[in-house]
């Protein structure tokens, strides 16, 4: 990619093209792609866009469009990897009627009903060898026959393709055309991941966590930078998509109107490696590139990083779930209490250990076995209600009943 002076970028005008289009950032990496964006609009040219999953590749192709001179007429985009094989050059082409068993009419395909405008080929590396035949003949000559026909159709139309796969490796491979490859690659426009314009991601988080909050008729009052500094130290392999589902999921779930770390670690996915990921060269040597190689020590800080993060955050989980239950058992032991005082009667006095007081012995120490040894028959050898009944503690009740050498094992 071509690399632009910073100093040149007409800010402001950038910043129009992205709230058109939405597309959010501010980084260098995000405006040097704004700015070869703008130069490849006005032109005719086929573009390839590349980049990871999840960086974004529609939002640009529609940029692309919007910014053509063929933004009046249709833009239509068709995911080529989610068209079964047997049917994508039909839904591109169209087809006859009786052209195959299911075709019961005659059908207009995707090129014919994008005439003049532009047609989006999103993961064009998942096309099929025979259908990508017929798009090099549209590339060069705009001509096409349509499924069970011999006529030849004219179109206009411009081609933006995309693709999260390195093509020169799938032209090696014997999986791409090369002659498809050259004419789509008039002009490459590679979209950085996410970890490498990680400046972008508190713009991004307001963005999505504001249309969260609209929804859920929450006011969005910003996000810690404690939270922003885990969002940024995170590999992000599914990209803008990855995070945009994760702020989602935060807002939704936890309904918080400021994003703290807590609110975030139990949705931020486990540590994982970063996807391995070849970007289009801009020379047209068809020799397989290496990967970059992450440094070892980098990645397994990050992975330990996340791992502590996880294990902190269910650590917490446990720690309140564990306090709610012990609140829960208290109030339930209390309520037994007075369950067990308002049935039985707490009190024991002198009178329930004889009716005839003046045959009683005077010791004051078998009175008090007798007053203990009724209690403990009166409740059924509960030693926690006897002590209640008597107004002593129950530890005080277990030293006294060493001392009277009452068995432990008692039960009236």
């Known amino acids: 990619m071509q690399v632009i002076n910073s100093k040149y970028f007409d800010r402001d005008f950038y910043r129009s093209i992205q709230r058109k289009f939405g597309i959010i950032g501010s980084s260098e990496a995000l405006l040097e792609v704004i700015h070869l964006l703008n130069q490849a609009a006005p032109t005719d040219l086929a573009v390839l866009i590349d980049g990871e999953t999840g960086t974004g590749k529609e939002v640009f192709a529609k940029a ?14 068709v995911n080529c990897g989610a068209i079964p094989e047997n049917l994508l050059e039909s839904e591109l082409f169209g087809h006859e009627k009786g052209a195959f068993t299911s075709a019961v009419d005659k059908s207009q395909g995707f090129f ?27 590339l060069e000559t705009g001509e096409f026959s349509s499924v069970g026909s011999s006529v030849v159709k004219q179109v206009n139309i411009r081609i933006v393709a995309a693709t999260n796969r390195n093509l020169e490796q799938e032209v090696s491979k014997g999986n791409f055309r090369q002659d498809l490859y050259f004419r ?46 885990l969002l940024q130290n995170m590999s992000w392999p599914g990209n803008v998509r990855e995070l945009r589902n994760t702020i989602e999921t935060t807002i939704g779930l936890e309904q918080c109107s400021v994003i703290r770390p807590e609110n975030l670690r139990s949705y931020i996915t486990p540590a994982l490696p970063s996807p391995q990921y070849f970007p289009i060269p801009p020379e047209n040597s068809l020799i397989p590139q290496a990967p970059p190689v992450e440094p070892s020590e980098k990645l397994e800080l990050e992975i330990i990083f996340r791992t502590l993060l996880d294990m902190q955050s269910q650590l917490k989980e446990m720690q309140r779930g564990m306090h709610g239950l012990a609140i829960k058992i208290d109030s339930v032991q209390a309520h037994l209490d007075d369950m067990t005082a308002t049935e039985f009667t707490p009190t024991i006095t002198t009178e329930h250990v004889s009716d005839d007081a003046d045959n009683k012995s005077l010791n004051l ?16 050898g509960s030693r926690r209600l006897a002590a209640k009944a008597l107004g002593i503690s129950e530890r005080t009740l277990y030293r006294k009943l060493g001392d009277y050498d009452i068995l432990t094992g008692f039960n009236a």
Request: hydrophobic residues 40%; aromatic residues 6%; charged residues 30%.
């Open 64 to 77: 692309l469009h919007g910014l053509s001179k063929r933004k009046k007429f249709r833009f239509v985009s």
């Open 112 to 138: 014919e009903v994008a005439d003049n405008g532009t047609i989006f080929l999103d993961e064009i590396g998942e096309m099929p060898l025979s259908t990508q035949v017929k798009l090099l003949r549209v």
């Open 184 to 229: 789509l690659k008039s002009v490459i426009i590679h979209l950085p991941p996410l970890r490498e314009r990680p400046e972008d991601i508190p713009e991004l988080v307001h963005f999505f966590a504001s249309r969260a909050c609209e929804k859920l008729g929450i006011t969005f009052e910003g996000i810690t930078p404690e939270a922003v500094n």
């Open 365 to 380: 120490a078998d009175n008090e076995k007798e007053l203990i040894l009724t209690a403990l028959r009166r409740f059924s």
